[in-house]
């Protein structure tokens, strides 16, 4: 008999604590410095499953970048020229 073993979606437990409640840093738009961290280099919002960030924090800097972007501290996207 064969049978097909289901793939289980190994879930990554990775304790990776979340930045901002182990440091209580507060997330400022204006803080662009922190923000760039959380942005990839194309100027997309890193998902939280990389970046290690509780969901109530990636709700947050996910909002901040937005709000960067709208006065201009961050791209919408970056164009690499080819
Ligand atoms: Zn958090």
Redesign the pocket.
């Known amino acids: 008999m064969i049978r097909k073993k289901k793939k289980v979606k190994e879930k990554k437990m990775t304790n990776k604590p979340?930045?901002?409640?182990m440091d209580d840093i507060e997330i400022d738009y204006k803080n662009t410095i922190l923000l760039r961290r959380f942005v990839t280099d194309r100027g997309k919002i890193t998902p939280r499953r990389i970046t290690g960030?509780?969901a109530?924090?990636q709700r947050r800097v996910a909002a901040a970048v937005k709000r960067a972007r709208f006065i201009a501290l961050l791209p919408y996207v970056k164009v690499y020229y080819r």
């Not at 979340?18 to 409640?21: D, K, M, N, S, V």
């Open positions: 979340c930045r901002f409640c960030t509780c109530r924090h």
